[in-house]
């Protein structure tokens, strides 16, 4: 059975930092594109960063350039989110999400997308 597993949420204050890790199991995700995502209460979902398989190019949304930075260990089948002075508008629940397919499905239609963690939560207090 495939599974992604976020760990690492929490509460921070603004300025702090957290890494978020991404654990997938069930199958080898080396090839996959994986990354993140994010959703606020009463807003809809966002795209936050990904990076491929391979040569692991990243993406990242305007909002968090500079602040975050994503990387795989694809020994540990693991990725990982590290988020650098957090504001409270960083304040959401993270997911994990993996895919195969063409990278637009990434920006445009990320209900396609064929592996989702369950979320875990980010808070950032000013």
């Known amino acids: 059975q495939v599974q992604l597993v976020e760990s690492g949420g929490g509460l921070v204050q603004a300025g702090g930092s957290l890494r978020l890790s991404c654990a997938a199991s069930?199958?080898?995700?080396?090839?996959?594109?994986m990354g993140w995502f994010r959703q606020a209460p009463g807003k809809e979902r966002e795209f936050v960063i990904r990076i491929t398989g391979g040569a692991g190019s990243t993406r990242y949304a305007d909002s968090v350039k500079g602040r975050f930075t994503i990387s795989r260990d694809n020994a540990k089948n693991t990725v990982y989110l590290q988020m650098n002075n957090l504001k409270p508008e960083d304040t959401a629940v993270y997911y994990c999400?993996?895919?195969?397919?063409?990278?637009?499905?990434?920006?445009?239609?990320?209900?396609?997308?064929?592996?989702w963690g369950q979320g875990t939560q980010v808070t950032v207090s000013s």
């Open positions: 069930g199958r080898s995700f080396s090839s996959y594109t």
């Open positions: 999400a993996a895919d195969s397919g063409p990278l637009g499905r990434w920006y445009s239609y990320p209900s396609e997308l064929e592996y």
